[in-house]
């Protein structure tokens, strides 16, 4: 069984660009969650992907956006990148039919860096 | 507005020796409160989560202990081990509208001395 997958591992922008970053959640899960953390805090919730739907979101402006295709792996997509969206980005998985109430399961995390 | 207080931010333990680290919650609608462990550069994993049905959960060296009415739950780490230095964060999980909101305390950061 594969578990969460995230690419790249890390990435480096400038501020203004735009930037894409990918999850392929584990077999078996359909819901995929996004999370940022900034260096020394705990995750904060972003959005939640179920069935190729978003089924959630957090306190993050419209330029953070995302998708989930039919396979339910997932993108997460920022525009007009800031200094402060610096951190590690994080994807978790979870057994779905879109209930909080199951388990998510965590990625790596891709480390995104605005210059 | 800080809706998880973890405490403390940072622990230092005695190889064998019990760490504990509390959480206090506000919202009396969270149903689901799971601790993950985070070792750097890496993302956090689950350790163990508990339901408010219970008072009190255990798997292995890792017990969680809650406590609904004083709305505060703790991870209790059993004879610690170096490999058992890391981060810890509890979680709960907010079931309104967004099924999937996992609000994070800050973290521990426990050290374990051999």
């Known amino acids: 069984e594969t578990g969460v997958t995230q690419s790249p591992t890390h990435l480096i922008k400038t501020r203004g660009q735009q930037v894409t970053l990918r999850c392929s959640s584990q077999?078996?899960?359909?819901?995929v969650s996004w999370y940022q953390q900034a260096l020394g805090q705990g995750p904060q919730f972003i959005f939640q992907?179920?069935?190729?739907?978003?089924?959630g979101r957090g306190n993050f402006p419209p330029r953070f956006s995302g998708l989930q295709f039919p396979n339910y792996s997932s993108e997460l997509n920022v525009n007009a990148l800031e200094l402060d969206d610096s951190a590690l980005y994080l994807c978790?998985?979870?057994?779905?039919?879109?209930?909080?109430?199951?388990?998510?399961?965590f990625g790596p995390g891709t480390r995104l860096t605005v210059l | 507005q800080q809706q998880v207080k973890q405490s403390p931010q940072s622990l230092i333990v005695q190889k064998g020796g019990i760490s504990i680290i509390n959480c206090a919650y506000e919202?009396?609608?969270?149903?689901?409160f799971p601790w993950y462990q985070q070792f750097p550069g890496k993302g956090p994993a689950l350790l163990i989560a508990?339901?408010?049905?219970?008072s009190e959960k255990k798997e292995g060296r890792f017990t969680i202990s809650f406590n609904k009415s004083a709305k505060q739950f703790s991870l209790h780490i059993m004879d610690s081990q170096p490999g058992d230095s890391a981060t810890y964060f509890c979680?709960?999980?907010?079931?309104?509208?967004?099924?999937?909101?996992?609000?994070f305390g800050k973290g521990t950061k426990l050290s374990v001395k051999p």
């Open positions: 979680a709960a999980l907010d079931y309104g509208g967004s099924q999937g909101n996992l609000i």
């Open positions: 919202n009396t609608a969270f149903d689901y």
């Open positions: 077999s078996g899960h359909n819901t």
């Open positions: 992907y179920y069935r190729e739907e978003e089924n």
């Open positions: 508990i339901r408010p049905d219970v």
């Open positions: 978790a998985s979870s057994p779905g039919g879109g209930s909080g109430h199951n388990e998510q399961f």
